[in-house]
């Protein structure tokens, strides 16, 4: 898999998920593009973020 990371934050796309490969540690998304998926979400926690990777698991 090649994954073009950006040095740029996605504007305006704040995460906290601190264990996510793309995640700055300033609370900002550093991937090129991001998917999210929920049919019919009416809370959080019915939302995913299908760009979540893990940390130390792209090289």
């Known amino acids: 898999m090649n994954i073009n990371m950006s040095n740029q934050p996605i504007s305006r796309v704040e995460c906290s998920v601190e264990t ?8 900002h998304c550093l991937a090129p593009s991001i ?19 893990p940390k130390h698991t792209i090289k």
């Open 20 to 27: 996510c490969h793309y995640n700055d540690g300033k609370k």
């Open 35 to 53: 998917q999210i998926k929920a049919q019919r979400a009416r809370t959080i926690q019915e939302t995913d973020c299908l760009t979540f990777t």
